[in-house]
Nanobody, 121 residues
Framework: QVQLVESGGGLVQAGGSLRLSCAAS????????MAWFRQAPGKEREIVAS????????YHADSVKGRFTASRDNAKNTAYLQMNSLKPEDTAVYYC??????????????WGQGTQVTVSS
């Protein structure tokens, strides 16, 4: 079992930045690929970014490419999502997820509770 806790969400103006963190516990963090998803009201959950167990592979959705960056620090058992140049359409609940395999869809095994990100115009 892996426990994931997101933090770092909040209210920010358009053009601003936030860094989300995902603290993991329960098993060896470096064994797992990590991913970030988001779900806006009335919309389906979508993947934002993913990162392999050692960070050598990353994926970023087209909608965030060049603005968001996924990273991880295995020594701290923490994954990060740096979000720059935020837009109102980035408003959503953001979730981190962990899994055995680096994939770019929702086939992850463990999920956090989510953190709200609100971008005002």
């Amino acid at each position: 079992q892996v426990q994931l806790v997101e933090s770092g969400g909040g209210l920010v103006q358009a053009g601003g930045s936030l860094r989300l963190s995902c603290a993991a516990s329960g098993r060896t963090f470096s064994n797992y690929a990590m991913a970030w998803f988001r779900q806006a009201p009335g919309k389906e959950r979508e993947i934002v970014a993913s990162i392999s167990w050692n960070g050598d592979r990353t994926y970023h959705a087209d909608s965030v490419k060049g603005r968001f960056t996924a990273s991880r620090d295995n020594a701290k058992n923490t994954a990060y999502l740096q979000m720059n140049s935020l837009k109102p359409e980035d408003t959503a609940v953001y979730y981190c997820a962990a899994g055995w395999v680096f994939v770019t869809d929702d086939r992850y095994d463990w999920w956090g509770q989510g953190t709200q990100v609100t971008v005002s115009s």
